[in-house]
């Protein structure tokens, strides 16, 4: 029996199938399809050193919740509750009470997080000086805003999937 499960994670959140239009469209730039998949695969690979896996996966929370993106939030909500993280900091974070969290460094990556998502242009330098006095080196603040990049990218390919294939359902 064969896994018939797409390995991607965009096309499995928006439900794509190779018997969809969509899919077909999404899939004529297999380049495009490979590169999002690795560059996820990239950023939340367990062994990338500096910021720690919980860490990455919380920032991707706090950015889907934000941005806001229900279907993305639950994939990374689920993936903090398969890493067995703390469910009151997955609930803090899926709440935006950042307030509640108690660990400077952490608090430090999510109010960055939550600054560059809701009002960019305060994302200034003043921002980014913050992360270097929680104890974020530089390779990791690279990665941060990397990671920040990739998921305001990958929650906007979700949704434009998402409205093409409601459309040809509905055609």
């Known amino acids: 029996m064969t896994n018939t499960q797409p390995t991607d ?3 499995r959140l928006v439900g794509l199938s190779p018997a969809l239009n969509t899919y077909s469209v999404r899939h004529q730039r297999d ?13 939340f690979d367990p062994a990338l050193p500096g910021l720690t896996l919980a860490e990455r996966l919380l920032v991707a929370l706090l950015a889907c919740t934000l941005t806001p993106s229900a ?12 890493l067995n993280v703390e469910k009151s900091l997955i609930d803090h974070i899926s709440n935006g009470a950042l307030e509640q969290i108690t660990d400077a460094r952490l608090r ?10 809701t009002d960019p242009v305060k994302a200034d330098k003043a921002a980014l000086q913050a992360l270097p006095k929680a104890g974020l ?6 990665t941060l805003a990397q990671l920040i ?8 390919v979700v949704a434009g999937l998402k409205a093409m294939k409601l459309l040809e359902q509905q055609a």
């Open 9 to 11: 994670t965009i096309d």
């Open 31 to 43: 380049k495009v399809v490979a590169a999002t998949q690795k560059s996820e695969d990239g950023l």
């Open 71 to 82: 279907v993305c939030a639950a994939e990374y909500r689920q993936r903090l509750v398969e």
């Open 108 to 117: 430090a990556i999510l109010t960055f997080t939550h600054t560059l998502i």
């Open 137 to 142: 080196s530089t390779p990791e603040v690279v």
């Open 149 to 156: 990049a990739f998921v305001s990218y990958q929650v906007r």
